[in-house]
């Protein structure tokens, strides 16, 4: 297995006419490289972003490279619930079946704490709670698909995360960085919860978790508190992060390859898994506590006002 996976790029990616893919948050970014790579390879794309004019000029962006390329914007706001059931509802409308759904949007340490259109906090609430509710409302189009998979973007900061019941907002205490690696985690034990559910009730969906490493994005620059060093890494010592090319393959990998499996987490192979090509990480201890999971899964429900 490790030398199927060796330096596997973008290039491995087969191709794949009929497919649909629906990405979160690529408009820019890792998810922007996503959508680049999949019409690449034939397949067809939706760009989702809250910007209109942010989705003309990423669809532009990839004709411009590929002008072949099967690509549409749909406009959707993962911190606001009833954006993602507007969203939802046009596509069961379609009736199209969705091959991948790739949870990629994500908002990293604003520095104040701040609250999405439900009043959830925004990192817990976009982070965790959109991707539930989107997953949850698709879950009929995936289930039209063979084989279809849903690949959820964790992030190494996950590593330092814990589910804290007692403040799942961040009302008596807001840390950007700790409210961050909360939401981080939640997305690892979603996409693993989701493996066990679709193989408890036959969906045959395979759900992947995936994290990036340490990449050259925007989100980074937008840090604060303890991660404002990370800003400052990330201005004055760029080679310390590879290209957002680069951090998207374990995502892209777990998208596409033969080799990737439901409920297992991908990311880069070097440097504690900050840099490199795919390879499977090391999920952290905490992310394999199933009485904490188990929980999540059930109170996740609640807030997002969906039940799988």
Same mark, same amino acid.
């Given at each position: 297995?490790?030398? /199927?996976?060796?330096?596997?790029?973008?290039?491995?990616?087969?191709?794949?006419? /009929?497919?649909?893919?629906?990405?979160?948050?690529?408009?820019?970014?890792?998810?922007?490289?996503?959508?680049?790579?999949?019409?690449?390879?034939?397949?067809?794309?939706?760009?989702?972003?809250?910007?209109?004019?942010?989705?003309?000029?990423?669809?532009?962006?990839?004709?411009?490279?590929?002008?072949?390329?099967?690509?549409?914007?749909?406009?959707?706001?993962?911190?606001?619930?009833?954006?993602?059931?507007?969203?939802?509802?046009?596509?069961?409308?379609?009736?199209?079946?969705?091959?991948?759904?790739?949870?990629?949007?994500?908002?990293?340490?604003?520095?104040?704490?701040?609250?999405?259109? /439900?009043?959830?906090?925004?990192?817990?609430?976009?982070?965790?709670?959109?991707?539930?509710?989107?997953?949850?409302?698709?879950?009929?189009?995936?289930?039209?698909?063979?084989?279809?998979?849903?690949?959820?973007?964790?992030?190494?900061?996950?590593?330092?995360?814990?589910?804290?019941?007692?403040?799942?907002?961040?009302?008596?205490?807001?840390?950007?960085?700790?409210?961050?690696?909360?939401?981080?985690?939640?997305?690892?034990?979603?996409?693993?919860?989701?493996?066990?559910?679709?193989?408890?009730?036959?969906?045959?969906?395979?759900?992947?978790?995936?994290?990036?490493?340490?990449?050259?994005?925007?989100?980074?620059?937008?840090?604060?508190?303890?991660?404002?060093?990370?800003?400052?890494?990330?201005?004055?010592?760029?080679?310390?992060?590879?290209?957002?090319?680069?951090?998207?393959?374990?995502?892209?990998?777990?998208?596409?390859?033969?080799?990737?499996?439901?409920?297992?987490?991908?990311?880069?192979?070097?440097?504690?898994?900050?840099?490199?090509?795919?390879?499977?990480?090391?999920?952290?201890?905490?992310?394999?506590?199933?009485?904490?999971?188990?929980?999540?899964?059930?109170?996740?429900?609640?807030?997002?006002?969906?039940?799988?």
């Amino acid at each position: 297995m490790e030398n /199927d996976i060796k330096n596997w790029t973008a290039s491995n990616i087969p191709q794949r006419n /009929d497919g649909l893919a629906v990405i979160t948050g690529s408009t820019e970014g890792i998810g922007f490289e996503d959508a680049l790579a999949l019409s690449s390879a034939s397949w067809n794309v939706i760009v989702m972003g809250r910007n209109a004019q942010n989705g003309a000029d990423a669809i532009a962006k990839i004709q411009q490279i590929n002008p072949k390329a099967k690509v549409s914007f749909e406009k959707i706001d993962l911190a606001d619930l009833s954006s993602i059931k507007s969203f939802a509802s046009r596509m069961l409308a379609k009736g199209r079946a969705i091959d991948l759904l790739i949870n990629n949007a994500g908002v990293m340490t604003p520095p104040h704490r701040l609250e999405t259109a /439900d009043g959830l906090e925004l990192q817990f609430g976009t982070n965790h709670i959109g991707h539930f509710a989107l997953t949850a409302q698709l879950l009929p189009l995936l289930q039209k698909a063979t084989n279809a998979r849903v690949v959820t973007v964790s992030s190494i900061a996950s590593r330092s995360g814990a589910i804290h019941f007692d403040d799942l907002q961040s009302k008596a205490s807001y840390v950007p960085g700790k409210a961050y690696s909360q939401s981080k985690l939640a997305n690892l034990m979603f996409a693993l919860e989701l493996q066990r559910q679709s193989e408890k009730h036959g969906w045959g969906i395979a759900s992947i978790a995936s994290h990036p490493g340490i990449s050259r994005t925007n989100l980074l620059i937008t840090g604060a508190g303890k991660w404002s060093a990370t800003g400052i890494m990330r201005r004055f010592l760029p080679f310390l992060f590879q290209p957002q090319s680069q951090g998207a393959l374990p995502t892209l990998f777990a998208s596409t390859s033969p080799e990737a499996k439901g409920g297992l987490y991908y990311g880069p192979n070097k440097m504690s898994e900050t840099r490199g090509f795919p390879a499977i990480a090391k999920v952290p201890e905490q992310a394999n506590d199933l009485a904490v999971v188990q929980k999540l899964w059930e109170v996740t429900q609640k807030l997002a006002k969906v039940q799988f």
